[in-house]
């Protein structure tokens, strides 16, 4: 093959990688209507409460196993757009959220946040406050718009803003036994440890 050959089909999958990276996004998926979620966001920390028994819905080519509800109010420390892999169909925005001594905006401005690959990770000069307080009044949230509003709200949310969440910890399953299943808790660090979130409303 020519030299010149192999560089035009580069620049042809270049410009195809380029036209779907800047597509709009798909829609969300038509869906039943989603039970109503109890509890009242706070800055102190985020308020759950188990779903019993745990309901499921389809949301397009997946299900969507209601765990527990989930409500906070939290600053935005950084976001995250993703397009690429399954976990963006269902999710295109990681927020790493911060509440209580973490929303404060003295506090939250001495931190770096670096977000990739779903993980999110901070760093700072000195600790304005214990590192476990930092690990437990911070966390990467994977966000999946529960309609277009809700998307279109989330999309509007910018780093450094404060955000009030309402919807469900989830687990999502494929049909082909793939499974993304959210962190139950606050306190624990490191892989899954990550909250996915169906967000029914943007307070």
């Given amino acids: 093959m020519s030299l010149i050959r192999r560089w035009h089909l580069v620049l042809l999958a270049?410009?195809?990688?380029?036209?779907?990276?800047?597509?709009?996004?798909?829609?969300?998926?038509?869906?039943?209507?989603?039970?109503?979620?109890?509890l009242l966001p706070v800055v102190a920390a985020p308020l759950q409460q188990n779903v019993s028994p745990v309901a499921e819905l389809p949301f397009g080519q997946y299900s969507?196993?209601?765990?527990?509800?989930?409500?906070?109010?939290?600053?935005?420390?950084?976001?995250?757009?993703?397009r690429l892999g399954r976990e963006a169909e269902l999710?295109?925005?990681?927020?790493?959220?911060?509440?209580g001594r973490m929303a404060e905006p003295d506090i939250a401005r001495q931190f770096t946040i670096r977000q990739s690959g779903r993980w999110y990770y901070w760093r700072t000069e000195q600790l304005p406050i214990p590192q476990r307080e930092v690990e437990i009044s911070s966390a990467n949230m994977h966000l999946i718009p529960a309609n277009d509003q809700v998307r279109q709200a989330l999309d509007r949310v910018t780093s450094g803003s404060m955000v009030r969440l309402r919807g469900f910890l989830v687990e999502a399953r494929g049909e082909d036994g793939w499974r993304w299943r959210s962190s139950m808790s606050r306190e624990d660090t490191g892989d899954g440890a990550c909250e996915l979130i169906l967000v029914t409303e943007v307070l």
């Fill in 91 to 99: 999710s295109p925005w990681d927020f790493a959220l911060g509440w």
């Fill in 64 to 82: 969507l196993r209601l765990l527990a509800e989930f409500a906070l109010e939290a600053r935005v420390l950084a976001r995250e757009r993703y």
């Fill in 14 to 38: 270049l410009i195809a990688v380029l036209l779907w990276m800047g597509r709009s996004p798909s829609p969300v998926p038509e869906q039943t209507e989603l039970p109503q979620v109890s």
